[in-house]
């Protein structure tokens, strides 16, 4: 192994390495720039071409290229001499453990180098994501890559003897003898990183509009959607650096966010932020802004999120965007700057909820939103405190808002999704289409089991803390008919003549559909929320 590491720093140019992080500055016969590894007002991070090494005067930190990217990736010294020596096709062997989880990496990590070697040979989707607003630097941090052919990509795990354990990660599927097929084939593919700064995963962005737009790798032993947040790994120093994280819901925004200078933004893949991403972000930050788009959906996604910040004592800044508009589109349109009031303007959630009911913002709903989320506090004497000062202020007996909180036996509680029953296909959609088509319904007409009864009635409360994964990630093509044909299975059985004396349940939902797409509010819903 000391060898191949020999030859590998040999092969490297530090200026060239560091330069693809960092903006350096030549002064002499060597480069300085700010140190990224400590707060630095005045450039003291200096960088020897003739030595190959770095140096920071301020901090002390040093060493060689692989150094810095070990640093700098959150990487072990080993696994950033594979990173170096993929980036650059420089073939050495290096392997840090022999175990079936680190073969399963070490094969993910070679095929993400396949990608990327594919990405930069392809103009075509370097110039689609030009157009996106990705830079070169952007394409080689996030490790980019492309999948042109299911062939190229056996050939070369037979290369590497990989093909059966990759083909265990579910990410090439066998589609006759001999012949494999690339879950990713035609799409840009992101390597997904764990905070380790290893591959443990891909997502892929279609590009020829004939597919879901995203697909993610399958749940495999390396790969739990749940436990892994997007860009984690780049941003892991910067999180710590400032004391909080920002969070956003795509691909695309981590990469243009940490492009223009945001980079302690991560995003969950293709799933709702839940209870693991609130403990991963826990061990790093104090406070979390939600960046999330300014629509109805986005702000769901906040109210999904906040319960699960609060338990693990975090402070929340919910910051919703322009409507129609994702972090993303806002730099393309109006600049970072625009992003940057955004973010500067967020207000800590119950101090913002405060100052609505101060000023008599819809005062009633502000106070019933201000006791749901302060039941999920994890210090408890704080939460009971700020209840009496809503109290001074509002002149409503405590006992009376105590009366509103959230069952603190619920929140407590520790949620065992895996434990309980799975819902049916048809509880899941009508969980979904509850949720995304707002129909006013009597649920006393619906035969539903406790547990569904019990995520339906919050869903209707706007309080999604009790839906469970499987519906919040739940895809379905024709809501609206899948949810009608829901709707016939739940409904309890209705005399013949009653029936026939009322339209059918077909044309009942589709005008509803018609009549209330795009603004409809149940009853107790209806009233607009700024941030939530």
């Given at each position: 192994?000391s060898?191949?590491?020999?030859?590998l720093?040999?092969?490297l140019?530090?200026?060239?390495?560091?330069?693809?992080?960092l903006n350096?500055?030549?002064?002499?016969?060597s480069?300085?720039?700010?140190?990224p590894f400590?707060?630095?007002?005045?450039?003291?991070?200096y960088?020897s071409?003739s030595?190959?090494i770095?140096?920071?005067?301020?901090?002390?930190?040093g060493?060689?290229?692989?150094?810095?990217?070990?640093?700098?990736?959150?990487?072990?010294?080993?696994?950033?001499?594979?990173?170096?020596?993929?980036?650059?096709?420089?073939k050495?062997?290096i392997?840090?453990?022999?175990?079936?989880?680190?073969?399963?990496?070490?094969?993910l990590?070679?095929?993400?180098?396949?990608?990327?070697?594919k990405?930069?040979?392809?103009?075509e989707v370097?110039?689609?994501?030009?157009?996106r607003?990705?830079?070169?630097?952007?394409?080689?941090?996030?490790s980019?890559?492309?999948?042109?052919?299911?062939?190229?990509?056996?050939?070369?795990?037979?290369?590497?003897?990989?093909?059966?354990v990759?083909?265990?990660t579910?990410?090439?599927?066998?589609?006759?003898?001999?012949?494999y097929?690339?879950?990713?084939?035609?799409r840009?593919?992101?390597?997904?990183?764990?905070?380790?700064?290893?591959?443990?995963?891909?997502?892929?962005?279609d590009?020829?509009?004939?597919g879901?737009?995203?697909i993610?790798s399958?749940?495999?032993?390396?790969?739990?959607?749940?436990?892994v947040?997007?860009?984690?790994?780049e941003?892991?120093?910067?999180?710590?650096?400032?004391?909080?994280?920002?969070?956003?819901?795509?691909?695309?925004?981590?990469?243009?966010?940490h492009?223009?200078?945001?980079?302690?933004?991560v995003?969950?893949?293709?799933?709702?932020?839940g209870e693991?991403?609130?403990?991963?972000l826990?061990?790093f930050?104090?406070?979390?802004?939600?960046?999330?788009?300014?629509d109805?959906?986005?702000?769901?996604a906040?109210?999904?999120?906040?319960?699960?910040?609060?338990k693990?004592?975090?402070?929340?800044?919910?910051?919703l965007?322009?409507?129609?508009?994702?972090?993303?589109?806002?730099?393309?349109?109006e600049?970072?700057?625009?992003?940057?009031?955004?973010?500067?303007?967020?207000?800590?959630l119950?101090?913002?909820l405060?100052?609505?009911?101060?000023?008599?913002?819809?005062?009633?709903a502000?106070?019933?939103?201000?006791?749901?989320?302060?039941?999920?506090?994890?210090?408890?004497?704080?939460?009971?405190?700020?209840?009496?000062d809503?109290s001074?202020i509002?002149?409503?007996?405590?006992?009376?808002?105590?009366?509103?909180?959230?069952?603190?036996?619920?929140?407590?509680?520790?949620?065992?999704e895996?434990?309980?029953?799975?819902?049916?296909?048809?509880?899941?959609v009508?969980l979904?289409?509850?949720?995304?088509?707002?129909?006013e319904?009597n649920?006393?007409?619906?035969?539903?089991?406790p547990?569904?009864?019990?995520?339906?009635?919050?869903?209707?409360?706007?309080?999604?803390y009790?839906?469970?994964?499987?519906?919040?990630?739940l895809?379905?093509?024709?809501?609206?008919e899948?949810?009608?044909?829901?709707?016939r299975?739940?409904?309890?059985?209705i005399?013949e003549?009653?029936?026939?004396?009322?339209?059918?349940?077909?044309?009942?939902?589709?005008?509803?559909?018609?009549?209330?797409?795009?603004?409809?509010?149940?009853?107790?819903?209806?009233?607009?929320?700024?941030?939530?």
């Amino acid at each position: 192994m000391s060898s191949d590491l020999e030859d590998l720093r040999r092969e490297l140019d530090i200026v060239e390495v560091i330069s693809e992080y960092l903006n350096l500055e030549r002064v002499g016969s060597s480069y300085r720039t700010n140190c990224p590894f400590h707060p630095d007002r005045t450039p003291s991070f200096y960088v020897s071409p003739s030595r190959q090494i770095f140096k920071c005067f301020g901090c002390g930190v040093g060493g060689d290229a692989i150094r810095f990217v070990s640093l700098y990736e959150n990487v072990s010294y080993g696994q950033a001499a594979l990173i170096l020596a993929r980036r650059y096709g420089i073939k050495v062997r290096i392997r840090e453990e022999s175990s079936e989880k680190q073969k399963i990496i070490e094969v993910l990590e070679e095929v993400a180098g396949f990608y990327h070697r594919k990405i930069r040979q392809s103009s075509e989707v370097l110039e689609y994501l030009k157009e996106r607003g990705i830079d070169t630097s952007t394409v080689r941090r996030f490790s980019l890559g492309y999948s042109t052919s299911s062939e190229e990509l056996v050939r070369f795990l037979k290369e590497i003897e990989g093909l059966e354990v990759y083909e265990r990660t579910g990410n090439v599927a066998k589609v006759g003898e001999g012949k494999y097929r690339d879950l990713f084939l035609g799409r840009l593919v992101i390597p997904v990183k764990d905070e380790k700064g290893r591959v443990v995963g891909f997502g892929g962005r279609d590009l020829k509009g004939d597919g879901p737009k995203y697909i993610n790798s399958p749940e495999s032993e390396v790969f739990k959607k749940r436990k892994v947040l997007f860009g984690l790994s780049e941003s892991i120093g910067y999180m710590k650096d400032l004391g909080y994280a920002i969070v956003v819901e795509g691909y695309f925004d981590v990469m243009r966010m940490h492009q223009e200078g945001f980079r302690n933004t991560v995003a969950p893949l293709g799933t709702s932020f839940g209870e693991d991403h609130a403990k991963i972000l826990s061990r790093f930050v104090k406070r979390v802004y939600l960046l999330f788009d300014g629509d109805e959906a986005g702000r769901r996604a906040v109210r999904v999120a906040v319960p699960y910040l609060l338990k693990e004592g975090l402070e929340v800044y919910p910051a919703l965007l322009p409507e129609g508009l994702d972090p993303e589109e806002l730099i393309r349109k109006e600049g970072k700057e625009a992003l940057r009031r955004v973010l500067g303007s967020a207000m800590e959630l119950f101090e913002g909820l405060m100052a609505d009911i101060k000023e008599g913002k819809e005062p009633e709903a502000r106070i019933k939103d201000f006791m749901y989320f302060i039941s999920f506090m994890k210090d408890e004497i704080r939460a009971y405190t700020m209840v009496s000062d809503l109290s001074r202020i509002t002149r409503i007996p405590q006992e009376v808002l105590l009366s509103q909180m959230y069952p603190r036996e619920r929140v407590l509680r520790d949620n065992g999704e895996d434990e309980l029953p799975k819902l049916s296909w048809t509880e899941r959609v009508f969980l979904k289409g509850l949720m995304e088509l707002k129909p006013e319904l009597n649920l006393e007409e619906l035969n539903l089991s406790p547990r569904v009864r019990e995520i339906a009635e919050s869903i209707l409360k706007e309080e999604f803390y009790e839906v469970p994964e499987e519906v919040m990630s739940l895809k379905v093509e024709r809501l609206e008919e899948g949810f009608e044909e829901a709707l016939r299975r739940l409904r309890i059985d209705i005399p013949e003549e009653e029936i026939s004396e009322a339209k059918s349940l077909r044309e009942t939902v589709r005008e509803w559909v018609r009549t209330h797409r795009g603004g409809f509010r149940p009853l107790a819903l209806r009233r607009k929320r700024r941030w939530a």
